[in-house]
């Protein structure tokens, strides 16, 4: 897997690295804050980035009975990529939503997560620890979404309908990507539903 991804940053929590020893051991695995400056940078500087646009609101959808994604409104990352040139290649990892699980808390809670950009949920994985579940997870890599270089993109009618598109592009792929894999996976029964 290393191999694979060699160099990419990972785009964490901005929070996270406000706590010294995580701080520290993010920067050390490469980790960076998953804010615009420094998303840009490392897309400057060449690096690969993987971004969760689903972050807490995608987080408190997990383990129920079917897969649920936060996308439709999280264009962000496609004006981040359209800005730089930069492909987006759709991954879906099947087995990552049921690794932990989590105590049931009132929206409230979530809320709270957001506004704070922390996450307030206590998750439990085996022996309800934070060790998460021994379960097998089937990584599905899609083809890269190539991307023109628009610069810092307007708010013109014109640009919005080139993040739109490609937005609608990499939704597409991620759909087609589950639709495909479910059967490996053993989840033909298990929905998809993408808010």
């Given at each position: 897997?290393v191999d694979t991804f060699f160099g990419m940053k990972v785009a964490t929590?901005?929070?996270?690295?406000?706590?010294?020893?995580?701080?520290?051991?993010?920067?050390?695995?490469?980790?960076?804050?998953?804010?615009?400056?420094?998303?840009?940078?490392?897309?400057?500087?060449?690096?690969?980035?993987?971004?969760?646009?689903?972050?807490?609101?995608?987080?408190?959808?997990?383990?129920?009975?079917?897969?649920?994604?936060?996308?439709?409104?999280?264009?962000?990352?496609?004006?981040?990529?359209?800005?730089?040139?930069?492909?987006?290649?759709?991954v879906y990892v099947f087995g990552q939503t049921i690794l932990w699980g989590?105590?049931?808390?009132?929206?409230?809670?979530?809320?709270?997560?957001?506004?704070?950009?922390?996450?307030?949920?206590?998750?439990?994985?085996?022996?309800?620890?934070?060790?998460?579940?021994?379960?097998?997870?089937?990584?599905?890599?899609?083809?890269?979404?190539?991307?023109?270089?628009?610069?810092?993109?307007?708010?013109?009618?014109?640009?919005?309908?080139?993040?739109?598109?490609?937005?609608?592009?990499?939704?597409?792929?991620?759909?087609?990507?589950?639709?495909?894999?479910?059967?490996?996976?053993?989840?033909?029964?298990?929905?998809?539903?993408?808010?």
């Open positions: 897997m929590a901005s929070i996270s690295f406000r706590i010294p020893p995580l701080r520290h051991l993010l920067a050390w695995i490469g980790s960076i804050p998953a804010d615009r400056a420094s998303i840009s940078a490392a897309l400057r500087q060449g690096s690969s980035v993987c971004v969760f646009p689903g972050g807490i609101s995608e987080m408190v959808r997990t383990g129920g009975a079917c897969e649920q994604l936060v996308l439709n409104n999280r264009k962000g990352v496609i004006k981040l990529a359209l800005e730089h040139g930069t492909p987006i290649v759709p989590q105590f049931p808390l009132p929206g409230w809670v979530e809320r709270l997560s957001r506004r704070l950009r922390a996450s307030l949920f206590i998750p439990f994985g085996r022996f309800g620890t934070l060790i998460p579940r021994k379960i097998p997870l089937l990584y599905c890599v899609g083809a890269p979404i190539a991307l023109p270089k628009m610069g810092h993109p307007a708010t013109d009618h014109l640009v919005q309908d080139q993040i739109d598109s490609a937005h609608r592009a990499v939704v597409d792929s991620v759909r087609e990507l589950y639709d495909f894999y479910k059967g490996m996976y053993g989840w033909e029964e298990r929905p998809l539903y993408i808010d």
